[in-house]
T-cell receptor, first 114, second 111 residues
């Protein structure tokens, strides 16, 4: 089945450690996104990529890094510089030129810093 | 800072009633408006989108847009307990598919 796969679903990290969240899609979508969601808050855009080997910072990019070496993959690294990394992380994709602007979301990765 | 505002709720309605969810936005240049439903612990799913002033109906859902007032709403008719979720309003900002999300309104439909 086509979709977006995020892993791991749950992740615990000690302070000072980097961690990488995986996002893979087989929808042949051009654009991919990473959002962060905190309790009682909306989704905030971390990074997005509209094409392979290119990506742009979103509203809260500090302490995060991404790569887009393949169309299917858009991993997010949460670095030790991110001061409050505990959150629900959502990866999304959409076809370039799609009519509705619908974001297709993965199931999310919940990161907890101990 | 471009913003999207929603009442956090919870909005409690009896089964079979109409639920009315509201959203205001600050960017007058926004062109596209979306409503996503998010069940607890799950990812959001798109339920409605609207681009033009007026009403747009899809089954039990009606989206209403008033660009002059910078206001968008979602009506859910014949509310069911399965509609109990958080509803996120999202507004386009600055480019294709770059969305700003509100914090969401939690809806509780009780039997």
């Amino acid at each position: 089945d086509g979709g977006i796969t995020q892993s791991p679903k749950y992740l615990f990290r000690k302070e000072g450690q980097n961690v990488t969240l995986s996002c893979e899609q087989n929808l042949n979508h051009d654009a991919m996104y990473w959002y962060r969601q905190d309790p009682g808050q909306g989704l905030r855009l971390i990074y997005y990529s509209q094409i392979v080997n290119d990506f742009q910072k979103g509203d809260i990019a500090e302490g995060y890094s991404v790569s887009r070496e393949k169309k299917e993959s858009f991993p997010l690294t949460v670095t030790s510089a991110q001061k409050n990394p505990t959150a629900f992380y959502l990866c999304a994709s959409t076809p370039q030129g799609g009519a509705t602007g619908e974001l297709f979301f993965g199931e999310g990765s919940r990161l907890t810093v101990l | 800072q471009k913003e999207v505002e929603q009442n956090s709720g919870p909005l409690s309605v009896p089964e079979g009633a109409i639920a009315s969810l509201n959203c205001t936005y600050s960017d007058r240049g926004s062109q596209s408006f979306f409503w996503y439903r998010q069940y607890s612990g799950k990812s959001p799913e798109l339920i409605m989108f609207i681009y033009s002033n007026g009403d747009k109906e899809d089954g039990r859902f009606t989206a209403q847009l008033n660009k002059a007032s910078q206001y968008v709403s979602l009506l859910i008719r014949d509310s069911q307990p399965s509609d109990s979720a958080t509803y996120l309003c999202a507004v386009s900002s600055g480019g294709y598919n770059k969305l700003i999300f509100g914090a969401g309104t939690r809806l509780a439909v009780h039997p």
